[in-house]
């Protein structure tokens, strides 16, 4: 009965049930500087530190510059560590980011994504992330308030394995998906802390050992301490999916590190993630009604790139249209990750036609139609290049 | 003909709470321009992030809303190309004393002829209610789980020690006093701070306007020999009594014009010296082409520079 009640889902923004998941990881230290709409993240943790449901140690910082400098030396120190953040936060963390990953800190980050200033915007693109993409992390972006709660625990055994330790950044829209309410199984506390125990941090500060750690490396070692970063990137890839396998047997959930949605019988894909893949799902059944036989690779893992399963999904189809809500300016596509999987077409020989889309720049609303059209653009491009970035919904 | 303050007031909708403290400060220093005649386009308001710093869009100047913590090196690139440009800085404690003290120290030491308006309301009000820095200890506001544990920084201590040559505290409600001393701080030359403090009605449940009334006074109504001004030499004994009365805080909370110190170089007179004739000819106001032409030609500059293939 108690089992049963425990299960049964309740409504919960994504901000929140990050902020549930915080707490049945029983995470030690949180360090946080409030950001809109990162916000309610950390507001709900430190009720719970409050109320006793939580037992850490809250750290109220001046700036998430200092907020990752103590998530990093408290995981340094082998407490299972905490912060969240968004846009300029994201952004003035930008030096800390690369010393959580070159110090092998396994931190967890969640990421409400919002655009960036000036001018200032406090809405949602991904241009935050997508600025920080080659800062040593690995990205994992969520599409249901569901998914965050689950992602964030997985996240956890991902970061604190021996074989990888790599901080993660779970990210997902500011607003559409941090400030919207959902259906949520909150598993609690017993169950998620037996699929995701704390394990002893291999190289943890010891007051009984001192070392000097982020010292200064000379060129003669530099490089191999930072080869060592590529090779844990590459390792965390199985482990991303192994951990995700295990969690669905745990939980009965799991969502792989790339999802094919409505791909059986597709000749085109769009590829999107967080609130525009779940958005997606809902409408693709109107665009297949409408002709357009049209799929949606869905983009959970982010780095590690999930190569393997890209390929799987795309060799068959025409064309794919990748979705950015970021701008690469004066790239040669415009849409960072439209000129990635270029990268990777040709590296794998892929046949797809590519076709590069900007939209929701600053949160420009995008409409059932919009993204209709946008499926009517996919299967435009069976036939049909589009040698140039789409600028969705701009007024030139 | 002289302005009058609705000369500095925009269309703009005023986005804050009823009662906020914000609104006496804005009113204020629409009101000190207009007293000081001051054109429209001799004036630059920069804040940073916050409920505070939307003060921008409600005053008819030349404004930059900025990024969290980043007002004052903003402002001091403004003042320091347009030395004739009165530039004020106006931004909340968390602002100013969290994420950008570094900037507020800094500007101190250089006595920059600034003028900081410190939105003090002891809340990160935009965010929702959290402890800012100068939330005294053990203070629970309602947005609090557990009693602040950090203590309040001293934001006239902290500039006195930076260097800043005017320091003045005021409250968001007596718009007539803020008015005086907003043009005081506009008459001085050097850097200066004006820590108005500013109940949230939303947020803030502690310092309320009843709490604050009960602890207010004017330093130059209480002892009307009070002078604040270091204007030579021997005027340095008074400096002992200046900090005490920074440091007053319960249960009484002192007023007024703290400390203006006129010996100081403003950073404006130490530039001259090392680069003659700044100040009739500062950056903003040099040339930089003849109708169109570039005053420097880069192929003859660099003519035995150039490789030509």
Known sequence: MEELKTRRPIPLSTNYAIAYAARDLDVDVVSAYPITPQTTVVEKVSEFVANGELDAAFIHVESEHSALSAAIAAALTGARAFTATASQGLALMHEMLHIASGLRAPVVMSVAMRSLSAPISIWNDQSDIFNARDAGWVIMFVHTAQEAYDTVIQAYRIAEDPSVLLPVMVAYDGYVMSHTTEPVVVEGRESVMKFAPKRQYPYRLDPDRPVTIGAIVPPEYYYEIKYQQVKAMEGALPKVDEVDREFGKAFGRSYGVMECYMCEGAEALIMANASYAATLKSLLPDAWKQGYKVGLLRLRLYRPFPLRQFVEYTSNVKSLLVVDRSISYGAPYQGPLANEIAGAKLKEDLGFNLISVVAGIGQRTMENEDFIALARLAWEGRTRKFPETVFYGVRE | ?309
Request: proline share 7%.
């Open chain 2, 1 to 309: 003909m002289a302005r009058n303050w609705m000369d500095y007031k925009t269309d703009a909708w005023v986005q804050w709470c009823p009662a906020c403290g914000n609104f006496g400060i804005l009113t204020a220093l629409q009101r000190a321009l207009a007293e000081l005649d001051l054109p429209n386009e001799k004036v630059s308001i920069v804040s940073g992030i916050g409920c505070s710093s939307r003060i921008p869009y409600y005053i008819k100047t030349s404004n930059v809303h900025t990024l969290h913590g980043r007002p004052i090196p903003v402002a001091q690139g403004i003042k320091l190309a347009n030395p004739d440009q009165v530039v004020i800085v106006a931004s909340g404690d968390g602002d100013l004393l969290g994420i950008g003290a570094g900037h507020f120290v800094a500007i101190g030491r250089r006595n920059i002829d600034i003028k900081v308006i410190l939105h003090d309301n002891a809340v990160y009000g935009l965010t929702k209610g959290q402890a800012a820095p100068t939330l005294p200890l053990w203070f629970k506001t309602k947005a609090l789980g557990q009693p602040n544990i950090q203590s309040a920084v001293n934001p006239l201590l902290l500039a006195f020690a930076s260097g800043y040559t005017f320091i003045a505290r005021a409250y968001a409600y007596h718009i007539d006093q803020l008015k005086e001393m907003i043009e005081a701080a506009i008459r001085h030359k050097g850097t200066s701070l004006i820590d108005v403090l500013q109940p949230c009605p939303t947020y803030n449940d502690i310092m309320t306007k009843e709490w604050y009334e009960k602890r207010i006074y004017y330093l130059d109504k209480e002892d009307p020999s009070w002078n604040p001004n270091i204007e030579k030499p021997e005027d340095v004994k008074k400096i002992p009594k200046i900090v005490e009365k920074m440091m007053e805080w319960e249960p009484r909370i002192p007023l007024g014009v703290f400390y203006r110190n006129t010996m100081v170089e403003p950073l404006d007179v130490r530039i001259e010296k090392i680069m003659p004739g700044y100040l009739q000819n500062p950056p903003a106001r040099r040339s930089i082409d003849i109708g169109g032409r570039a005053l420097t030609n880069p192929f003859v500059a660099f003519k035995d520079r150039i490789v030509t293939t």
